[in-house]
Each structure stands twice: as C-alpha cells, then as structure tokens.
C-alpha cells in the first residue's frame, strides 16, 4: 500500500514496523485469532491511529504476503531468464528461496497458512502470483530434461517436490540456526538432482559452477 499524499518518511516507518508487529501475532496466533485492538495494543495505537496507517486488517496480510512474493519473483525472474545450464538455475533458485524463507519466517507461516482469508482481487492476485513462481520452477526441470540433464519427469509433480522440500523449512528452521541458506540449498538440490537427474548427466561440479558465477556476478 503507497505511502499517501502528504506523509513523510515517519509515517513509512511506523507502518513497517505495525506490519512486523502483525506478521509476528499471525504467525504465533492466526490470523483469524487476532484482533484488531490487539494489533493496536502491540503497535501501541489506538484503534482510530493504527487505521490511519494500515487501512483494514486484510491490507496488513496483503502486505506481509507481497514481502514474500515481490522479491521472490524479481530474482526468480531474473534466474529464470539467465543464459545457464537450467540446473544450476534451479539452484540458485532453490538458494534465493531459503534466504527468503530464513529471512522472513513470521511472514512465511502467515503466507502458507492465512492467505485463504483474502477475498476478491487481493486473492486473485496472490493466486496469480503463486502460479507464476510454480510456473518458473516447473518451466526450469522442463528445460533440465529438454537438454538431458533430467530424466523424462511428470513435471508437475517434480515441482512440487522441489517446492515442498523448501517450503516447509519455515516448520523447523530457528533465527541464526545452525543451517544457513546456502548449506541448506547445496543439501537439499543434492538430494533432489540425485533423483532427478538422468544416468548421463554428471552433477558433481555443480557447486563449483554456483561458486564460479556467483564470482562473476560480485566483480
């Protein structure tokens, strides 16, 4: 939701903390579970201030869904269209997701488990943006069986491996825990290339191949 006419920077951060403090209540309680004068309460504003700078109730679970899909599909759109072998893009993928993920595991719990208490347009557009993220992963294990590196796959359901071994991270994974973005990514593509990839297709300089582009990225 844009800052509106009139505000300074301020009134900016004070709704991003409000939605911090939010995700934080939804993640612990649900969504349905709290109360708008409880929100208010945690924000320390009346019911009156905390509509000034939220809205409603639903735009603060818009918001806190928009953090986790707006920069998730900005870099996943970004890997999708670069000129490399699809399995190192699909790990690449696989690490911006965790980073995400770890990042951000208040918002998580509340994009996976509150997001069927949007209506109307807010909805369709989450849903739009759902499909378009599962869009890029599948289109990415197609491309990795077009050129052999995958044996022939039911795609769909490949997708949803990849994407359930990743989204349920936010289940178990603590802040500052003993497993960061990176090592989870290399562990989990390892298991999965291993059960996807074709008896041809030699996988064991992927993470050589992550570390050479990632240097070329930085210089």
């Not at 409880?38 to 019911?47: F, S």
């Not at 953090?67 to 699809?86: G, H």
Request: glycine letters at 6%; proline letters at 4%.
């Amino acid at each position: 939701m844009p800052r509106p006419p009139g505000h300074g920077p301020g009134y900016e951060i004070k709704r991003q903390q409000i939605i911090d403090q939010a995700a934080e209540l939804f993640a612990r309680q649900g969504y349905a579970a709290t109360g708008i004068a409880e929100i208010g309460q945690v924000a320390g504003l009346a019911k009156g201030a905390l509509y000034y700078y939220i809205g409603s109730k639903e735009n603060l679970l818009v918001e806190i869904q928009d953090r986790v899909l707006r920069p998730l599909l900005t870099a996943a759109r970004r890997i999708a269209a670069l000129d490399e072998d699809p399995v190192l893009r699909l790990r690449l993928l696989s690490q911006t997701l965790l980073e995400l993920i770890l990042a951000r595991l208040d918002h998580i719990w509340v994009y996976e488990h509150d997001y069927r208490h949007l209506r109307g347009a807010n909805r369709a557009r989450l849903l739009r943006q759902r499909r378009e993220f599962e869009k890029i992963v599948q289109d990415l294990l197609i491309a990795a069986m077009k050129t052999g590196a995958f044996r022939e796959l039911d795609p769909r359901l490949a997708m949803l491996q990849f994407l359930n071994m990743h989204n349920h991270t936010y289940q178990w994974a603590k802040p500052g825990g003993e497993w960061n973005a990176e090592f989870l990514s290399r562990e989990y593509c390892a298991t999965l290339i291993s059960g996807f990839r074709s008896p041809e297709y030699d996988a064991d300089d992927l993470e050589e191949r992550v570390r050479r582009f990632r240097e070329r990225e930085e210089a």
